[in-house]
């Protein structure tokens, strides 16, 4: 391959990802289900007009770093103070119920050899994908009705940043799992030192991005630095402390979520990711994804992966809600709106890929989980508001 030819290959994988994301858009589906069908038709497996090269995947981890950066910065510290304890209830039970439910259903589908064995490991981790939350089109849900700023609704949203903080934990020690010389100890190790680590770097670094602001607001340096810091944070993670590169970019955002500048970075961060390394990353989940595979047995193990990942985050969320003395009508909507999934499901999907805990041809049923969980979870909200006589819209005056 000549070293021009990538040039041909962006040019076809952003027009393509841009031309099916905006019409995933028209169809009330979120757009990146149309990037990766895109990256699904121009790919291998179709039309064979790109292929997935060393390029496109450095390319694409680049995208998933910024990815969870820009999460990171779009955590609300405050918000997470408020509802806190009951918020960090329901994510763990969130996370866990679809941990197990997810391990248990690929076990039953597939049969497990033993607790030791590697298939053992790749239904845990088809477990952590379904403990990802995306609670954007929730949000927007609740922000049409008017219940955004009602106690159900903080709720939903604080929990949904914890759901994805445990889950990338839970991803880390998944993916160290995979090789059998690591220990649960030295994991266990490993993790609380990057927490302890990047709480000291964190305040320190915080402090200086601070003091900068205030003699530099709103400049370019400002989202320079904090780029350099994303990548820094995600090359210790991996190479120091053998975390996951991704968490590391996670709570990179974090440390600057709460600096006056910090809308200023993310937005800054969005032009990157949204005009090439978010389109090349998700378009590269479907240059990946090999139809050659798929059976009647993967479609029958995707309907089953889509169900019992809806149930599982509904029955765990939602019994931890009616456990905090949410109403039952309540919990249900807490249930509901945790269920979708979307950017951190693919994120986890496409790590496990890279590490080869999983095959391409699985990213079909994290596809169909997104689909079917964004068209659901918004029909399903307005239904349980528009039954509900008791509860009043928080957000609208009377």
């Keep these: 391959m000549q070293t021009y030819d990538i040039f041909r290959s962006l040019a076809i994988i952003i027009i393509f990802a841009k031309l099916f994301g905006i019409g995933a858009r028209k169809l009330k589906v979120p757009q990146v289900v149309g990037e990766i069908v895109a990256g699904l038709l121009i790919g291998p497996s179709l039309l064979g007009w790109v292929d997935n090269t060393a390029f496109i995947s450095q390319m694409a981890e680049i995208g998933v770093i910024l990815l969870m950066f820009s999460a990171g910065l779009g955590t609300d510290l405050k918000e997470l103070k408020r509802t806190g304890p009951v918020a960090f209830l329901i994510a763990c039970s969130g996370v866990f119920v679809p941990l197990v439910g997810g391990t248990v259903y690929y076990m039953i589908f597939y049969g497990v050899k033993s607790l030791s064995s590697p298939d053992f490991i790749e239904a845990v981790f088809v477990g952590t994908i379904m403990t990802a939350t995306s609670v954007s089109i929730t949000v927007e849900t609740l922000k049409e009705l008017g219940f955004l700023k009602s106690k159900v609704g903080t709720t939903v949203m604080a929990a949904a940043i914890i759901d994805d903080v445990i889950g990338i934990i839970v991803l880390t020690f998944v993916i160290s799992f995979k090789d059998a010389d690591v220990k649960l100890s030295k994991v266990c190790f490993q993790t609380v030192m990057f927490f302890i680590f990047s709480i000291g770097v964190g305040f320190v670094t915080y402090k200086l991005f601070q003091m900068i602001d205030r003699k530099y607001p709103h400049t370019r340096r400002i989202p320079i630095a904090g780029l350099a810091l994303c990548f820094a944070m995600a090359y ?17 955002g974090i440390i600057l979520c709460s ?20 389109p090349i990353f998700f378009a590269s989940i479907g240059l990946k994804t090999d139809l050659a595979d798929f059976s009647t047995s993967i479609l029958w193990f995707s309907i089953g992966f889509v169900i019992v990942a809806l149930a599982c985050k509904i029955i765990g969320c939602g019994l931890m809600a009616k456990f905090c003395k949410f109403s039952f009508h309540d919990s249900l909507i807490c249930g509901v709106g945790m269920m979708t999934r979307g950017e951190v499901a693919l994120i986890v999907s496409q790590k496990g890929l890279s590490v080869g805990l999983i095959s391409p041809v699985y990213f079909s049923a994290v596809i169909l989980l997104i689909l079917v969980s964004s068209v659901a979870t918004p029909v399903l909200l307005k239904l349980l508001f528009a039954k509900s006589s008791a509860n009043q819209p928080a957000d609208i005056e009377e």
Aim: aromatic letters at 14%; hydrophobic letters at 50%; zero cysteines.
């Design 236 to 252: 210790i993670a991996e190479d120091l402390f053998g975390i996951a590169d991704i968490t590391g970019a996670y709570v990179a």
């Design 259 to 278: 600096i006056s500048d910090s809308d200023y970075i993310a937005r800054k961060m969005d032009i990157n990711s949204y005009m090439l390394f978010g």
